[in-house]
């Protein structure tokens, strides 16, 4: 058998999809975590990491204002000494410049809250509730230099129910978000980009 792929995943903030990700991979997974990596040093994630033995790290972004090549640089530096084979970006919340994406296209995963190409970017309940969409869900895609635009890897539909507001949405959507990222970072990793379609 071929050695596990390494994978490290970037956080901004609480880490669900970070535990659902590193819970996931044991066994005969194709990959195992190898950093869990913020731009918030106070990031909860970061904790939850380290409470499942999960080596930690955080590149506080704020010092770099504008200068997201030299934020991502500093990125770069802490990600080459995990050696990852895979990123997953879960609710890491920075903007990645062309040079970052382009220097891991085809390596690097994120989960969009929203049924892509719909709704790209933020508040993504709260748009699919005022369209009066009658479903919303989750996304895992490629990342690519267009924000939210790379190839789709699977989707999870979620019924929207009468009296659903964005939090409530949210909550049954992030439901999803723990099954949909394992099962397509399971796929990912063994070198299957067939898209997975949940439920
Ligand atoms: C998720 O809804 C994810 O789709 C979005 O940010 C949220 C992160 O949640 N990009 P968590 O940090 O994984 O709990």
């Known amino acids: ?41 106070g990031a909860k994630g970061l904790d939850r990491a380290r409470a499942i033995g999960i080596p930690v790290a955080a590149v506080d972004h704020r ?3 504008k200068d997201r090549a030299a934020f991502e640089a500093a ?11 895979i990123l997953c970006l879960a609710g890491f919340m920075r903007v990645l410049t062309p040079g970052f994406t382009e220097a891991w296209a085809g390596r690097m995963l994120n989960i969009h809250p ?16 005022e369209a009066g969409d009658a479903e919303a869900g989750c996304t895992v895609h490629e990342v690519t230099a267009e924000l939210d635009g790379g190839p789709i890897l699977g989707q999870a539909r979620v019924p929207v129910l009468p009296d659903d507001t964005a939090d409530t949405l949210a909550a049954r959507v992030l439901v999803q978000e723990h099954a949909l990222y394992p099962a397509v970072l399971r796929r990912f990793a063994a070198g299957d980009r067939t898209p997975v379609l949940l439920p």
């Not at 990125?75 to 084979?85: C, F, K, N, V, Y």
């Not at 892509?116 to 748009?127: E, I, M, V």
């Open 63 to 65: 010092p770099f204002g």
């Open 1 to 41: 058998m071929t050695d596990p792929k390494r994978v490290a995943i970037l956080i901004s903030g609480s880490g669900s999809n970070m535990v659902a990700l590193a819970e996931s991979m044991t066994g005969d997974h194709p990959a195992r975590p190898v950093l869990v990596l913020s731009n918030d040093p």
């Open 114 to 129: 929203s049924l892509l190409p719909n709704y790209r970017g933020l508040h993504t309940h709260a748009r699919a509730l």
């Open 75 to 85: 990125l770069m530096d802490r990600l080459a000494e995990a050696r990852p084979d």
